[in-house]
């Protein structure tokens, strides 16, 4: 539908893209939100860098782990040396965080609005801001929740309590064995509930929020939408920006825009329909909300 070299960045202003910006937030009957990694970078999450020194520099001087999303990927020989990666993983990104500004700006922008998030972030940060939950789409998993590895059923575990255990007893970058997590049905270990192929457990709760969002989707469909994209880079675009942009091709009443530093872009044939700003989510969010 759309051509791969075709794409429009918008020589608008920053300010007149703001004004419009803020303009549609306040004007549109919908709004749908889809949110990437680039919204809890914003938000100070990064998994790199000084962050990834601060919990991670004994797997980096051990494993040569360079950053948190490659070290999720690392083939440790042991069960017990997973489940201290991962379980550090999991507290420092989902349960001590803390909830990102930009999440909290955010929600006072669509606070008594009609929106929905279709999200790939699994790091549970919309509800921490206090977002509703049953106008969230959490599409590939939650770092709060296991799943059989094998899957041998389709139902999910939360894990916090577990967690947090074993990032007490762990010593040397292992966890004691009888701390491993198994399926409490076949005895396989457990995985984290992430989309990273086709053993992703799609629970009773992941397929009502998917109906909800199809819901949403369709009540809407010939209204004044505003599809907005925050963070969302290449690694998924099928799951929110090539349909963000079909939706808003085929609804002349549509607008989308973009927010990504260095990935605000649209196609050519919607550019009249779009807002593309090339700058911290953060910094954007933060502008409007206080203007």
Known sequence: MFSRISTYKS???YCDKIIRLKNELETAD???????AGLSTSAGMSYSGERFEKYFSDFRRKYGITDMYSGGFYPFD??????????????????????GKPYTDLLELVKGKDYFVLT???????????????????????YGLWQCSKPCHSKTYDNEEAVRRMVAEQKDMKIPSELVPRCPIC??????????????????GWHKAAERY???????????????????????????????????????????????????????????????????????????HEN
């Open 78 to 99: 042991t069960l017990e040396e997973y489940w201290a990666w991962w379980s550090r993983h999991i507290l420092v990104n989902r349960y001590e965080a803390g909830v």
């Open 11 to 13: 020589t608008e202003t």
């Open 187 to 204: 005895g396989a270990p457990m995985n984290v509930n992430l989309r990273c192929d086709d053993t992703f457990v799609e629970d009773q």
């Open 30 to 36: 919908a709004i749908i939100i889809g949110a990437g």
């Open 120 to 142: 790939t972030n699994v790091d549970h940060q919309f509800q921490l801001a206090g977002f509703d939950q049953k106008r969230l789409f959490y599409t590939q998993g939650d």
């Open 214 to 288: 199809n819901d949403f989707i369709r009540r809407h469909e010939n209204l004044h939408i505003l599809f907005l994209e925050l963070g969302v880079g290449a690694n998924t675009p099928v799951i929110i920006k090539y349909p963000f942009w079909r939706m808003t091709a085929k609804n002349p009443k549509a607008v989308y825009a973009c927010i990504n530093k260095g990935e605000a872009f649209c196609p050519q044939e919607i550019s009249h329909q779009s807002i593309c700003i090339d700058d911290d989510i953060g910094a954007v969010l933060a502008s409007i």
